[in-house]
């Protein structure tokens, strides 16, 4: 990897989504219209919201990001760009960090949206500090993004990437104990929730809600959470072809 190599893609990068405005809403606007509708759908029942807002903080950056990466990808890999790129002195490696970056900066603005207006005009009520829900919050928007990296590798079409959200997204999304305790799932499906990713996530963000310090467990669902992302982005340089089909 190059330094230099990564910072040029990631700031290609940047520039292409900056002409996107769709994109640019579907990433910053959607989960803070989310969490909006989910208050007042609870507009009765505040402490509902206080119960799940908080994990669902984290969970909608990483669909979003999830989303708009894979189809942002596909796109380039499909219209030749990534082909051109990498015909170049480019690496692997160097494609794929410049596009982390890119994304994970735009996943740093939506998460400071998305905490900020549930925190200081929601009212979400959080034991803990509000940075460490930030912190989670960050890290579930850039797995989402290593994820959407990942799975337009396998992508023909941008309706194909969008069929891979039932296939990665939802199945983490029953699992991961917003519906109900995993303790209390059938014994596969409760083994299987503790190496899903997004399992993770959710129980960082009930670990801030819950606590006012840092705890050992919130440590461990914050590392792991990070680790998963490092290690999709890396089987995401491993599997990037340099001929598209």
């Known amino acids: 990897m190059n330094g230099a190599r990564t910072l040029a893609t990631a700031a290609r990068v940047l520039r292409q989504l900056r002409h996107d405005p769709r994109s640019i809403a579907l990433m910053l606007l959607v989960p803070v219209l989310m969490l909006t509708l989910l208050r007042y759908v609870f507009d009765g029942s505040p402490r509902t919201f206080d119960s799940i807002g908080a994990s669902l903080l984290g969970i909608f950056p990483l669909i979003t990001m999830f989303l708009v990466t894979s189809i942002a990808t596909l796109r380039e890999r499909t219209s030749g760009t990534l082909e051109r ?32 207006l549930a925190l200081w005009l929601l009212g979400l009520d959080v034991t803990g500090s509000p940075w460490l829900l930030l912190l989670v919050a960050l890290l579930d928007a850039l797995l989402g993004t290593a994820l959407g990296l990942f799975v337009s590798a396998f992508a023909a079409s941008e309706f194909q990437a969008v069929q891979f959200m039932p296939a990665v997204i939802f199945p ?11 303790d209390t799932m059938q014994p596969v499906l409760s083994a299987l929730s503790d190496v899903l990713p997004m399992s993770y996530a959710v129980d960082g963000m009930t670990q801030v809600l819950t606590h006012t310090d840092m705890t050992a467990d919130f440590v461990r669902d914050t590392v792991v959470v990070a ?8 089987l995401g340089a491993a599997t990037l072809r340099r001929r598209t089909p």
Do not use: E, N
Request: with cysteine; glycine share 12%; aromatic share 6%.
């Open 172 to 182: 983490q999304l029953l699992l991961c104990g917003l519906f109900a305790a995993r």
């Open 85 to 116: 790129l990498l015909a170049m002195p480019l690496g692997k490696g160097d494609l794929i960090a410049g596009y982390a970056l890119a994304f994970g900066a735009v996943a740093v603005v939506q998460s400071l949206l998305a905490t900020g």
């Open 227 to 234: 680790a998963c992302a490092l290690l999709v982005l890396a």
